[in-house]
Each structure stands twice: as C-alpha cells, then as structure tokens.
C-alpha cells in the first residue's frame, strides 16, 4: 500500500528532475499548430467552396469510421473532467509554482486543441446531429470517470501513459482510414493529433521512470494495481440522450474494433510496451510483494492474448443518434 505522506514527499524531490522533462515535451502555444491551421477561414470568398469540399468528403466516409471519428471527438472533449481529476493527485499543487500543476496545466492547454478542431470538423461535415454530440458530451463531463487511479501518482501515470499511447493509435488509424477512403485533409487532422498524443505519452512514460528512481517497489506494485482492475477508456460513461449510462460506449468500441482502429490486440500491445520502456522484466531491489507484481506483469500479455483470442467483436451496427 502506498504511503499517501510519503509519495507527497517524493512528488516533491522530484519536481526538479520533473521539469527538464516537462520542457522537453510541452511546447509553447506560438509554436504549436492551432485548429484555425486545418480549418476554412470564413473571411475567405472561397469559404462556402471549402465547406462543400469537406462535405463532400466527409459524405464518402464509412459508417462505422464516421461512428469512431465522432466517438473520438466526444472523448476529448471531456477534457474538463480529465483536468479536474488529475489536478487532485497528491503532489500537484496548483500554487508555489509546482512543476506538476504546470505540466498538467501545458497538457490541457495542449489537448484542448483536439476537441476544437474535431467539433469544428463534424459541424463543417454536416453528417452529425450537434444537438446530440453536445449532449452526450454534456453528459460525459457531467458524470465524470472513475478508472480507479484514486489520486495517487504512479497510478494516475500509468493510467495516461496507456491512454496517451491509445490514443495515438487510434488517431493515427482513422487517419490511414481516412486517408483510403478519400479525406486526405481529414487524414491530415487526425494524423497531427495523433503525434500530439504520442508526444504526451513520452513525457508520462518519462515520469514513471523517473518515480521508479525513488520507491520502485511501490510503483510497479501500483502498475500491477491498475493493470488488474483493467484501463478503462475516459469514455466509458458516454450515453445518448434518453438512454442509460455508458449506454453507447461499447457499440462505439466496437465500431472501432471491426474497423481494427482500436482492438484488444492493441491493449496487450501497449501493455507490452509499457512493460518494455519501464523495463519490468530487470526491476530488482523489490520488496516481496513488488517481486509479485513484477511477476503478475510478466504473465499478464500472454494472459490476455489467450482472452482476446476467445472473444468475437459484434458485427451488428448500432444507429448512433449523433449521426445522420
Ligand atoms: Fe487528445
Ligand atoms: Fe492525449
């Protein structure tokens, strides 16, 4: 069990090894892309062509993609919710300029971006129904998530190291799918959030190493710890308007999944990567019950590939409300 008064201490000693990695991975505003880079300018006298255009394409899109596209959107535009948790987890103080709480702050200055641009892109699309987009993200913000980080450090590092690395796998898939099925400015969109994504899985990735520097035993027990309760997705709460909670989110995973966007193939892969960058395999130095979860995490991908083989993906679609 991880000491709460002990992890704050850590938290801190380490904030200045924290910031060499904050700086390497966050970038300022000026020197980043901005949604308006991708998106017509409404000044332009061409404006009305441009937005024919991206109908045009958008309409040639497959059912299922369009389904994941917006899905994807929906998550990321619950980034209030992601924010206001993290901003909770022990050693991040939002005052004395704390290197966590600027990181953190960077980071939702960053991903901000990602909702804008997509939300801008689906009501330029006219194939969605905004109406209920936008309640279904009112609802997803509203009910919050609960993927069993608690506040704690480490677990909330694994937690976004393995979202960031999802989440830039399935932006990088819709974009190559995009990409085949004719968007290539699309393609172009989804492909540029997708190396945001992996940006910002290095730098969570760094900070568990560099945690593994202070009490390794307690990291990877935490791992362990998060890795049996399972990594559910932000989104896992996303319902439609007149229906139950988390009502949508596994038809929507499983649009992903038939397109091959997002399978239970990838959640080993990434796994297996995690496993790999934190070097678990070579840990030493382990308290007995940290030699356990050294173990578990070990056995764990082969495990799953034997689920994932058992398990068949759904092939009936659901009409989503949010898409024409
Ligand atoms: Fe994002
Ligand atoms: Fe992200």
Not at 121 to 137: N, P
Not at 146 to 171: C, D, R
Not at 255 to 270: F, H, K, N, P
Request: hydrophobic share 40%; charged share 25%; aromatic share 12%.
């Amino acid at each position: 069990m991880t000491k709460i008064s002990e992890v704050v201490e850590i938290m801190k000693d380490a904030e200045s090894k924290a910031l060499p990695i904050v700086r390497k991975y966050l970038a300022p505003p000026e020197k980043l892309w901005q949604p308006a880079d991708f998106l017509p300018v409404t000044t332009d006298p061409k404006f009305p062509d441009s937005v024919r255009e991206i109908q045009e394409l958008s309409k040639a899109l497959d059912y299922d993609l369009f389904s994941v596209l917006i899905g994807d959107t929906i998550t990321e535009e619950a980034l209030p919710t992601y924010q206001t948790w993290l901003m909770q987890t022990e050693g991040f103080d939002q005052q004395n300029s704390n290197t966590w709480a600027t990181w953190l702050r960077g980071w939702t200055a960053e991903e901000n971006r990602h909702g804008d641009l997509l939300n801008t892109y689906l009501y330029l699309s006219g194939r969605v129904d905004m109406w209920q987009f936008q309640v279904t993200v009112q609802y997803l913000i509203q009910d919050g998530f609960f993927v069993g980080m608690e506040h704690n450090p480490y677990k909330s590092f694994v937690y976004t190291s393995f979202q960031e690395l999802a989440t830039n796998i399935t932006h990088r898939r819709v974009a190559t799918a995009c990409k085949a099925q004719g968007n290539a400015p699309l393609a172009k969109i989804c492909a540029t959030i997708a190396s945001d994504e992996k940006r910002h899985a290095n730098a969570y990735m760094d900070f568990i190493n560099l945690l593994f520097e202070y009490n390794p035993s307690d990291v990877i027990i935490d791992f362990a710890a998060m890795m049996k309760h399972g990594i559910l997705m932000p989104g896992h709460m996303m319902q439609e308007f007149g229906e139950g909670k988390g009502d949508i989110f596994n038809h929507f995973s499983n649009s992903a999944a038939r397109l091959e966007i997002y399978t239970g193939r990838d959640y080993v892969v990434i796994l297996e990567k995690l496993l790999k960058r934190w070097d678990i395999e070579h840990r030493r130095e382990l308290n007995d019950e940290g030699q356990r979860a050294r173990d578990y995490l070990m056995k764990l991908p082969g495990r799953l590939e034997a689920v994932i083989k058992r398990s068949k993906v759904p092939q009936e679609r659901h009409r989503f409300k949010w898409l024409h």
